[in-house]
């Protein structure tokens, strides 16, 4: 998992959700979706988009698990390439074809200045490694108040779909 963790404490949630099961889970995974959605625009809108046909954001998918009375919410990318993105790397020398890829596409170079080009850029990430760019960590930061606005509303949602 990418990013850190967003963990509610809500008053009269447990009692609620002890009296009213089947509205607690329906109210709880509504608002975790509906938050989780808010996060996954925010981290979309974040990342770095590459050069390739597939871009790390179009990866970024929102999961809720229920499991008894507790609710887990995951915001994350199945690709291997996330954890460096999010959080940039060491130096090390990568793969220069990758690179020429993105010589290509991004920077409208081709043939041989392209692989010069994409050689030239991984001989600096050998020296410097690479930044992150930290989109779930700030998409996160950014919007915790209005995370914890959306989940503060789940008492109340219990307690509207009971009186309903």
């Known amino acids: 998992m ?50 390739g046909p597939m871009h790390l954001c179009d990866t970024i998918f929102h999961k809720v698990n229920m499991g008894g009375t507790n609710i887990t919410g995951i915001l994350s990318s199945p690709l291997e390439y996330g954890a460096p993105v999010e959080y940039g790397t060491k130096p090390h020398f990568p793969p220069v074809g990758p690179l020429q890829h993105w010589v290509e596409t991004k ?14 850029i991984a001989r600096a990430i050998s020296r410097r490694g690479t930044k992150g760019a930290e989109m779930f960590g700030k998409g996160f930061s950014e919007n915790e108040a209005a995370v914890m606005r959306i989940l503060e509303q789940i008492p109340a949602d219990i307690v509207k779909a009971v009186n309903a």
């Open 2 to 51: 990418i990013g850190p963790k967003i963990t509610v404490d809500l008053k009269d949630l447990e009692k609620l959700t002890k009296e009213y099961p089947a509205e607690s889970q329906k109210a709880r995974a509504g608002r975790m979706t509906e938050a989780l959605l808010l996060l996954q625009r925010e981290v979309k809108s974040k990342t770095p988009v590459g050069a």
């Open 107 to 120: 920077l409208g170079i081709s043939g041989k200045e392209a692989k010069s080009v994409a050689y030239l």
